[in-house]
């Protein structure tokens, strides 16, 4: 008989998020949901926790942190908003400042975002704007969330004239991201988290890359070790970069690879569920590869490696795949003379050189890159 014993499997990963006193731990696990009270113990006050969340999650997910809170005595109440892009808005901000205001809250009232960016970006901004600013914790619940949104302190809803353009940088307290989670999420918000995740490795990490083309489906079907890894090299990619460059003053614009061109898209077809912001980004991606490799920065053959990766999965590459839609190539370029990287009347773009080369740049071909949207529209 041996007296070995097997070591209790590791709960959960931790990351930090480095912000000097904004810093913030990012914890990765399997069913962390089971215990939200002891993990967020620490932020909780007497005035207790007012939970946003949205319908759909609320029916599959709420139930545990309710459990969780309640056998921990902590108080809560809930704020719930409709699911999907469109809860970004002035009207639902609004509605659920109002319902908060009402509940009657303190400075020390914890706000808990449960759910995916939607919920985070919104929840983040109504604990920014409440009584001048709450902590909040992002327990995000799609593979979105957990690899992007929930991290960095971005904030914010839409508006008629952009995507993101109303908000604030409001740093959470504490990410829980809890993969387990994913196992309810249809394939098409899973493949819409993923185009986030092949981001990373495109932006400076080209072994990621490499291994997402032999992992991927791994990732995306089973709460197994592929998941945590992409999970955590993910947010490990993102907190590097925040780190260094909380505001976005340089760095961090990376970040933002094919959102300049996927925002563009997002806004034409009315925030809906046409077209997702995962799957904007992706063809967006595309669209920043193939101008650069037009204008002889960056090899060809990357593009159409990136474009067979995406369709692999299952994720659109091209605007042309948007059913119903007839693109009009000058109102995506106004939509993107709004974008946040303009400064002095030129957009920064996220430029690249090939797979895990990126860069930012003023210096684009305006021509090449109109041509390039063209052939996404209308391939
Ligand atoms: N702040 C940032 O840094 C940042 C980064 C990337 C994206 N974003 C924003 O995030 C938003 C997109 O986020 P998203 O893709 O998570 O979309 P989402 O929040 O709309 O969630 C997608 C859908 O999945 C449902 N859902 C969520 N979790 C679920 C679960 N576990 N099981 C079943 N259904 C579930 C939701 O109800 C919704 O219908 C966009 O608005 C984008 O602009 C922000
Ligand atoms: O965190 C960032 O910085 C990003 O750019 C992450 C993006 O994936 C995300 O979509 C973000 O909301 C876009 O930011 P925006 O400033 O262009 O609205
Ligand atoms: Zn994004």
């Known amino acids: 008989m041996s007296n070995q014993t097997t070591p209790a499997a590791k709960s959960h990963d931790v990351l930090r998020v480095e912000l000097g006193a904004r810093s913030y731990d990012i914890l990765v696990g399997s069913n962390l949901l089971a215990d939200t009270a002891g993990h967020i113990a620490s932020f909780v006050k007497k005035a207790g926790v007012v939970i946003i969340s949205d319908a759909m999650v609320a029916d599959r997910h709420l139930p545990t942190v309710l459990a969780s809170l309640n056998a921990a005595g902590i108080a809560h109440r809930e704020v719930i908003v409709p699911a999907g892009e469109k809860s970004k808005s002035f009207a639902v901000f609004e509605d659920v400042v109002e319902q908060i205001l009402a509940m009657g809250i303190e400075r020390s009232t914890l706000i808990i975002a449960l759910g995916g960016g939607v919920v985070g970006d919104l929840a983040g901004y109504v604990a920014a704007s409440l009584l001048r600013g709450l902590d909040f914790v992002q327990i995000p619940t799609t593979l979105l969330s957990q690899v992007d949104s929930s991290v960095g302190g971005k904030t914010g809803i839409n508006s008629k004239s952009g995507k993101n353009l109303v908000g604030a940088f409001h740093q959470p307290r504490l990410v829980l991201a809890d993969t387990a989670v994913l196992d309810t999420l249809p394939r098409r918000e899973m493949l819409a988290g993923y185009a986030e995740v092949v981001k990373y490795g495109l932006i400076d990490d080209p072994e990621f890359f490499d291994w997402l083309e032999s992992n991927a489906e791994a990732v995306l079907n089973n709460d197994g070790p592929e998941r945590r890894t992409a999970v955590m090299r993910s947010c ?93 190539i000058d109102r995506l370029m106004r939509h993107m003379s709004r974008d946040k990287k303009v400064s002095d009347g030129e957009i920064t773009f996220v430029m690249t050189r090939g797979i895990g080369k990126a860069f930012t740049s003023k210096a684009m071909d305006i021509q090449k890159m109109r041509a390039a949207i063209t052939r996404s529209c209308h391939a």
């Not at 996927?262 to 992706?282: D, F, I, R, S």
């Not at 920065?297 to 067979?308: F, L, N, Q, T």
Request: contains cysteine; negative net charge; hydrophobic residues 45%.
């Open 236 to 328: 490990a990619a993102k907190a590097r970069i925040v780190s260094q460059d909380e505001r976005e003053s340089g760095k961090r614009a990376l970040l933002n690879l094919g959102h300049t061109f996927g925002h563009a898209l997002e806004a034409e077809t009315g925030y809906g569920a046409k077209l997702l912001h995962g799957e904007a980004v992706a063809m967006g991606m595309v669209i920043a590869h193939d101008v650069c490799s037009a204008m002889g920065m960056a090899p060809a053959g990357e593009k159409d490696r990136i474009v067979s990766h995406l369709k692999s999965v299952g994720l659109p590459v091209c605007a042309s795949e948007v059913s119903g839609m007839h693109w009009d």
